[in-house]
T-cell receptor, first 112, second 117 residues
Framework: QKEVEQDPGPLSVPEGAIVSLNCTYS??????FMWYRQYSRKGPELLMY????GNKEDGRFTAQVDKSSKYISLFIRDSQPSDSATYLC????????????FGQGTTLQVKP | GAVVSQHPSWVICKSGTSVKIECRSL??????MFWYRQFPKQSLMLMAT?????????EQGVEKDKFLINHASLTLSTLTVTSAHPEDSSFYICSAWGSGQGTGSYTFGSGTRLTVV
């Protein structure tokens, strides 16, 4: 079993839709949770990071963490064609400034 | 914000030759550099972790003699693919974590697409 599971998609939605992206994990030591966006042939770009359970909002993006269920989500409101990319969740254990553990990535396509 | 400059963005080389990829942190000191490899439609696979002035730590299955990593300064790390073969063709990405940055601020380079012919 992978430490972090993420549905690879692809996910196709119409412009303006609300998008929900999810990851589950098995390691209860994970404390820091991140979402990255990666456009084709580019490096990942940090979108959101959260610590512990709860919600965090930034513009059209909301990150949600449920540690009891070992489940994290990223919501995108009013999706735009420019949001079309691969979204990667990543996690780090508490007190560890070491390697990120990535999910497989979900490919999102927002159609005009 | 923090920026990591990665060069070249793409390179084509002949089988048997070596290729060097550079990552520079432009506005912070990168105490730790991570090197990843990514195949099409797959996630990032960590190859090695290097701390400035120390030998790199390689992940299981990664040949340290083939993928040479140098992190001699706080702003520069290099990955050299030695005696490259077609199976080394991939997308290589660096990520830096440095002083002054908290967790969640891993900064990625823009990636290098290597094609070995």
């Amino acid at each position: 079993q992978k430490e972090v599971e993420q549905d690879p998609g692809p996910l196709s939605v119409p412009e303006g839709a609300i998008v929900s992206l999810n990851c589950t994990y098995s390691n209860s030591a994970f404390q820091y949770f991140m979402w990255y966006r990666q456009y084709s042939r580019k490096g990942p770009e940090l979108l959101m990071y959260t610590y512990s359970s709860g919600n965090k909002e930034d513009g059209r993006f909301t990150a949600q963490v449920d540690k009891s269920s070992k489940y994290i989500s990223l919501f995108i409101r009013d999706s735009q064609p420019s949001d079309s990319a691969t979204y990667l969740c990543a996690m780090v254990p508490a007190g560890n400034t070491g390697k990120l553990i990535f999910g497989q990535g979900t490919t999102l396509q927002v159609k005009p | 914000g923090a920026v990591v400059s990665q060069h070249p963005s793409w390179v084509i080389c002949k089988s048997g030759t070596s290729v060097k990829i550079e990552c520079r942190s432009l506005d912070f000191q990168a105490t730790t550099m991570f090197w990843y490899r990514q195949f099409p439609k797959q996630s990032l696979m960590l190859m090695a972790t290097s701390n400035e002035g120390s030998k790199a730590t390689y992940e299981q299955g990664v040949e340290k003699d083939k993928f040479l990593i140098n992190h001699a300064s706080l702003t520069l790390s290099t990955l050299t693919v030695t005696s490259a073969h077609p199976e080394d063709s991939s997308f290589y990405i660096c990520s830096a974590w440095g002083s002054g940055q908290g967790t969640g601020s891993y900064t990625f380079g823009s990636g290098t697409r290597l094609t070995v012919v």
